[in-house]
Nanobody
Framework: QVQLVESGGGLVQAGGSLRLSCAAS????????MGWYRQAPGKQRELVAV???????TYADSVKGRFTISRDNAKNTVYLQMNSLKPEDTAIYYC????????????WGQGTQVTVSS
C-alpha cells in the first residue's frame, strides 16, 4: 500500500556527485525506516544507508564519510547525497521503506541506475 518513486540516478565520472531522492505515497506509518540498498550484477543486494523516522542512521562501511542520508518526514521523502563516487559504487540503487508498527511490512522502489566511470 506504499509506493516508492526514486529519482536522481545517472552517469558520472569518478570523484563526482549525485543526489538520489525517494518519495513515498499511499498509506504509511509515522514509525518507519527508510533508506537505500544497492545491487550490482552477480552480487547480492546490500544496505547502503538507512534512517529511522526518529533520526537514527546506519551506513555501510564502504560509504561512510562519502554518502549522507537525510529525510523529510513531512514529505515522506528520503535523500542520499553521494560524493566522491567510485566505480565500485556502480549499481542499481533501490529505495526501501520498512514499517515498524504491526504488521511490519517492507516496500521497495523500482530502482535507479548509478554508473560511475573510471
Amino acid at each position: 500500500q506504499v509506493q516508492l518513486v526514486e529519482s536522481g540516478g545517472g552517469l558520472v565520472q569518478a570523484g563526482g556527485s549525485l543526489r538520489l531522492s525517494c518519495a513515498a505515497s499511499g498509506s504509511s506509518s509515522n514509525i518507519n525506516v527508510m533508506g537505500w540498498y544497492r545491487q550490482a550484477p552477480g552480487k547480492q543486494r546490500e544496505l547502503v544507508a538507512v534512517m529511522s523516522s526518529g533520526g537514527t542512521t546506519t551506513y555501510a562501511d564502504s560509504v561512510k564519510g562519502r554518502f549522507t542520508i537525510s529525510r523529510d518526514n513531512a514529505k515522506n521523502t528520503v535523500y542520499l547525497q553521494m560524493n566522491s563516487l567510485k566505480p565500485e559504487d556502480t549499481a542499481i540503487y533501490y529505495c526501501n521503506f520498512k514499517r515498524i508498527m504491526l504488521p511490519p511490512t517492507t516496500y521497495w522502489g523500482q530502482g535507479t541506475q548509478v554508473t560511475v566511470s573510471s
